[in-house]
């Protein structure tokens, strides 16, 4: 099992243009996450999804957006890029369809905007 | 809205016992999970605590007191591999909230 990936590992945008950040996860989970991470700040849930066709906002949602067609995808997508969403950002899945269990992260995708 | 106190940093020589605290305030709380990350890695996952007490997996423990919204992370025989930054997570049904994460350094 690969487990959770994230492509890319590194990205560079400038403000304003847009991107999907790419999340897989093999192990059959129902629930998939996204975190950004900023220092001093910890991780801040973005979107969740407890299974395919659902998806609900986070703590800091504004300015992505997500879907959930299958299973084992999970996209972000940045809209309008902005400096403040220079961040990483963490995927993580797990077997049950709360937050309870187990959280497997992804390696995690360092953005910076211009 | 959930939030979580933890120490920013801890420091401790290789061979000794620290604790990490974690109060919370949270408007439904199911448990509190604590995750470990190395700088510039993924964090991964090291307890769960559901029901008040001591839960422990080898070098590390974790306690939780649900009345007092508290709990810590003990970790002994400190080893270098140890130093990294710790978080406490409340866990909702749906969320996951994570604290602002305790740096550990150990040193030799």
């Known amino acids: 099992n690969a487990g959770v990936t994230q492509t890319p590992k590194f990205q560079v945008l400038k403000t304003g243009q847009s991107m999907t950040l790419q999340c897989a996860q093999d192990?059959?989970?129902?629930?998939m996450s996204w975190y950004r991470q900023d220092p001093g700040m910890g991780l801040r849930l973005i979107h969740y999804s407890v299974g395919a066709g659902i998806t609900d906002q986070g703590e800091v949602p504004n300015g992505y957006n997500v879907s959930r067609s299958t299973t084992e995808d999970f996209p972000l997508r940045l809209l309008s890029a902005a400096p403040s969403q220079t961040s990483v950002y963490f995927c993580?899945?797990?077997?049950?369809?709360?937050?309870?269990?187990?959280?497997?992260f992804g390696p995690g995708t360092r953005l910076t905007v211009l | 809205g959930q939030s979580l106190e933890q120490p920013s940093e801890v420091t401790a020589v290789e061979g000794a016992i620290v604790q990490i605290n974690c109060t919370y305030q949270t408007s439904g709380f199911y448990g509190l999970s604590w995750y470990q990350q190395h700088d510039g890695g993924a964090p991964t996952f090291l307890s769960y605590n559901a029901l008040d007490g001591l839960e422990e997996t080898g070098r590390f423990s974790s306690f939780l007191s649900r009345s007092d919204s508290y709990g810590y992370l003990l970790l002994q025989e400190l080893q270098m591999k140890d130093s990294a930054s710790y978080f406490c997570?409340?866990?909702?049904?749906?969320?996951?909230?994570f604290g602002k994460g305790t740096m550990l350094l150990v040193s030799p």
């Open positions: 997570a409340v866990a909702g049904y749906s969320t996951l909230t």
């Open positions: 993580a899945s797990s077997t049950l369809g709360t937050s309870t269990d187990t959280q497997y």
């Open positions: 192990m059959n989970h129902e629930y």
